[in-house]
Every structure is written in structure tokens, then in C-alpha cells.
């Protein structure tokens, strides 16, 4: 028996089928959402992390592609799991570049937020912080939403070193995406930069609050205080 298949087994024995019918609706699987066809089994993600805990050590990087090219969606976030656990844990260079090609060529799958958000900074952020970083560029400039989400999303690690520079650019690059999904995204991490460094997130808002989305504005502002929040809101910065 391969690997993967005792994983399928016992997340298999964790099914909760409340959270099955939850689930669809949840990461919009019906036909026009951005999941669309998506299936789920109704694990729990804590579930999840801890059997991808327990087997990831186990797992060749072949089984774990045919494990993120599962159908259903938890099969998928379990193999990015170990993924990313396994880039951790990689003790040469070419181990870490192996996981990384198998992520790149593979986003066709990475393809929820949750997915994105579980692996991007960890594993391409992660792999990427002292390399060229040109095909995060290629990324946001792809009619590829998961990409681009991926794009944005790979600088939090750039972010947590206090390296805001590929955020910002990313973020200028995506300002006019159509998708409420990308503009999450932005609002998410220049309100991550903003943690770190408040001047920067707030000269980048105060030259560009005006053209971003609503959404977009209000993630970033998030954590402002209220009075210099109604000011972004209402125009007056």
C-alpha cells in the first residue's frame, strides 16, 4: 500500500458530515463560483494537520503530486501540508528546489484561497527570499487567479524579514484586478507591512487609497485606529 493511500484512509475516518455539506458552499463549488466543482470529504483542517504531521516524513515527492492532484479538496491541502513541511525539513538545495518545481507545476491544483494561504509563503516565499523573484511578476501578470493570489501571497515571508519592496510593487501591479479575491489578498498583507512598519503602509496608502477597491482599503485599514480609519474611508487623508 502507497503511502498516500493510509492517508486517504485515516483522514477518511475523520469525515464530519456536517461539515461536508458546509464545505461547498463555503469555498463556492457550485458551477459559477471560484471553486467550482470542487469536492470535499468534511475534515477538519487541525484533523488534517495532524495526519500530514504524521506521515509527511514518509511520502516521496511523486505520491505527494498525485496526492495534490486529488479531486478532493482535502487530499489536496494535506499533500501542501506535507509540502511545506517537507521543504522545512529539506537538508540540501536540491531537495528544496525539487519541492518547489512540484509546487510551481502544479497550481493548476493549488486552486482555493486556502490552499494559496496555506503554502505560497512558506514554500515559494521561503524558497525565493534570497533568489530572483521575477516569476512572482509572471505570476500576477497570468489569467491565472490562484497565481496571482500566490504572487501577493509568497511575499508575507519577505514581509515577516521586513523586506516590504515586492509587496508594494505586487500590490501597485494587481491594484485594478477584477477579483474581491486578490484585493483580500493586498489588504491582508500591506496591513501585515503596516504591523512592522506603519510609515510604509500608510505613505503607499495615502498615494493610492483613492484608486484601490473598497475591499482592498478595508483589509489594509484594518488595524488603524478609528478616527484614521473613517478618513481613508471617507476620502479626507
Known amino acids: 500500500m502507497k503511502t498516500i493511500d493510509k492517508v486517504k484512509m485515516e483522514l477518511r475516518k475523520h469525515v464530519d458530515q456536517d461539515k461536508a455539506d ?6 463556492k463549488a457550485a458551477p459559477a463560483g471560484y471553486g467550482a466543482g470542487d469536492r ?13 504531521k504524521k506521515y509527511y516524513k514518509d511520502v516521496p515527492l511523486d505520491e505527494l503530486k498525485e496526492l495534490l492532484q486529488d479531486s478532493i479538496h482535502e487530499y489536496r491541502l494535506t499533500a501542501l501540508i506535507m509540502l511545506v513541511h517537507q521543504f522545512q525539513k529539506a537538508k540540501t538545495e536540491d531537495e528544496r528546489e525539487k519541492i518547489v518545481h512540484c509546487y510551481v507545476e502544479n497550481m493548476d491544483y493549488v486552486n482555493n484561497w486556502d ?11 521561503a524558497y525565493l527570499y534570497d533568489k530572483d523573484r521575477s516569476i512572482l511578476y509572471e505570476f500576477a501578470e497570468a489569467d491565472h487567479l490562484w497565481k496571482q493570489r500566490a504572487s501577493v501571497i509568497a511575499t508575507f515571508y519577505f514581509i515577516r524579514k521586513n523586506d516590504y519592496k515586492d509587496t508594494l510593487e505586487l500590490a501597485k501591479l494587481l491594484m485594478d484586478h477584477p477579483h474581491h479575491l486578490i484585493h483580500k489578498a493586498i489588504g491582508w498583507m500591506l496591513r501585515e507591512v503596516g504591523k512592522r512598519d506603519f510609515e510604509t503602509e500608510y505613505n503607499f496608502l495615502k498615494e493610492h487609497y483613492s484608486k484601490m477597491p473598497r475591499t482592498m482599503l478595508r483589509y489594509s485599514i484594518e488595524k488603524f485606529d478609528e ?11
Do not use: N, T, Y
Not at 40 to 51: A, D, E, N, T, Y
Open 22 to 27: 458546509f464545505l461547498p458552499g463555503f469555498f
Open 40 to 52: 470535499f470529504l468534511g475534515v477538519r483542517v487541525p484533523l488534517q494537520r495532524k495526519v500530514a
Open 115 to 125: 490552499l494559496v494561504d496555506a503554502s505560497a509563503d512558506k514554500i515559494l516565499g
Open 227 to 237: 478616527e484614521l480609519r473613517q478618513k481613508f474611508l471617507k476620502g479626507f487623508i
